[in-house]
T-cell receptor
Framework: SQKIEQNSEALNIQEGKTATLTCNYTNYSPAYLQWYRQDPGRGPVFLLLIRENEKEKRKERLKVTFDTTLKQSLFHITASQPADSATYLCALGTGAGNMLTFGGGTRLMVKP | EADIYQTPRYLVIGTGKKITLECSQTMGHDKMYWYQQDPGMELHLIHYSYGVNSTEKGDLSSESTVSRIRTEHFPLTLESARPSHTSQYLC????????????FGPGTRLLVL
């Protein structure tokens, strides 16, 4: 069956360090992968999209990699700040009708 | 900030009541979605729509129903609320390729007593 795995344990890091979050998937052939940020009690907010033919995407302090052979995406936040503390969700899209399947998310805590 | 709105933000209601959760977007998106999310858990798609008069059920079975009479409006209705319906309900919309990103509303937190 199709499965998306994100580390359910919270990731605690010190301010200024690079946070790296992992998204693994099985039994999918995604056309693209997206990362969202979700704060408590709020809806997810889109951060980055990377397509199957792209290896890496950057936006300011964010970087996403996509390895379709390993079936894995890595999400990096460089020079992390306490304001980056949130839950980060990966979502896979097959390209059919913009349907997304979300992972369970990883909670990031950045300590000052 | 995305232009997608949900009301009410919070709702506490008794068992057996009929409720409608409202969702509106001003972006002119054809595609709209309803997700259900329990605290700390995954988002599950319960309904989606490709446009006016189009509604489909999502991956997670739900006793709720939806309608899409206008492009900007996608309400969700529960005919008879039960405690098992207690959850957060998130509405989203998206444009067409290559803008596959989904824009989410703030959510409605529902508590059925």
């Amino acid at each position: 069956s199709q499965k998306i795995e994100q580390n359910s344990e919270a990731l605690n890091i010190q301010e200024g360090k690079t946070a790296t979050l992992t998204c693994n998937y099985t039994n999918y052939s995604p056309a693209y992968l997206q990362w969202y940020r979700q704060d408590p009690g709020r809806g997810p907010v889109f951060l980055l999209l990377i397509r199957e033919n792209e290896k890496e995407k950057r936006k300011e302090r964010l970087k996403v990699t996509f390895d379709t052979t390993l079936k894995q995406s890595l999400f990096h936040i460089t020079a992390s700040q306490p304001a980056d503390s949130a839950t980060y969700l990966c979502a896979l899209g097959t390209g059919a009708g913009n349907m997304l399947t979300f992972g369970g998310g990883t909670r990031l805590m950045v300590k000052p | 900030e995305a232009d997608i709105y949900q009301t009410p933000r919070y709702l506490v209601i008794g068992t057996g009541k009929k409720i409608t959760l409202e969702c509106s977007q001003t972006m002119g998106h054809d595609k709209m979605y309803w997700y259900q999310q329990d605290p700390g858990m995954e988002l599950h798609l319960i309904h989606y729509s490709y446009g006016v008069n189009s509604t489909e059920k999502g991956d997670l079975s739900s006793e709720s129903t939806v309608s899409r009479i206008r492009t900007e409006h996608f309400p969700l209705t529960l005919e008879s609320a039960r405690p098992s319906h207690t959850s957060q309900y998130l509405c989203a919309s998206s444009g067409d390729y290559p803008q596959e990103t989904q824009y989410f509303g703030p959510g409605t937190r529902l508590l059925v007593l």
